[in-house]
């Protein structure tokens, strides 16, 4: 992680968004986001994603830092979050952020609070000299495959591959060795 924090790079810490304002997650932020995340998970007909609020705080804070957050709030309860991170593309030559995570609480969508914190994180990016934000939606995933599209985003050609532990374990067994020279 490049250690930036966001909102804290030369902007107020709190974005006030008229009925709802928009932070950097803290620390104490780790039960509520680790809650979205199981709900983003039953909204996509998924079985809740093992991210506890001990993983929020491993991994979004301190030594082993991978990725930063937001936070939207109202009247002091967490109605959305969006967690990212710094990425590049050597296509582009150059530097962009990747939106692992966008949460709206249903009572809140359709009130602008997704555009506000997919907005804020193009303002981050700018910020950081970056010149895109990608992300990924799983494509039965409607009402977001939907929002996406109002907000002018555009569906990537790229298809996407991953390596479960597994896989990655099988690979590198297959590999050929390598020597201890």
Not at 46 to 65: M, T
Not at 100 to 108: G, K, R
Not at 151 to 167: K, M, P, Q, Y
Request: proline residues 4%; hydrophobic residues 45%.
């Amino acid at each position: 992680m490049s250690g930036h924090s966001g909102l804290n790079m030369g902007r107020p810490a709190k974005r006030n968004m008229g009925w709802f304002s928009i932070r950097a997650m803290v620390p104490d932020d780790a039960v509520r986001v680790s809650e979205m995340a199981a709900a983003l998970s039953a909204h996509e007909g998924q079985p809740p994603a093992p991210f506890s609020a001990d993983d929020v705080i491993r991994w979004g804070f301190g030594d082993e830092k991978r990725y930063d957050g937001l936070i939207a709030v109202a009247e002091d309860t967490t109605i959305g979050y969006a967690l990212y991170h710094d990425s590049f593309s050597v296509g582009l030559g150059t530097p962009g952020l990747h939106m692992l995570d966008l949460f709206v609480e249903d009572a809140a969508r359709g009130r602008g609070v997704g555009r506000a914190l997919i907005a804020e994180l193009g303002r981050i990016c700018t910020d950081r000299g970056g010149a895109w934000l990608t992300w990924q939606a799983l494509p039965g995933n409607a009402l977001a495959m939907d929002f996406y599209q109002t907000i002018g985003a555009r569906r990537f050609v790229a298809a996407n591959f991953e390596l479960d532990r597994d896989g990655m374990a099988n690979l590198q067994r297959a590999a050929p060795k390598r020597s201890e020279d």
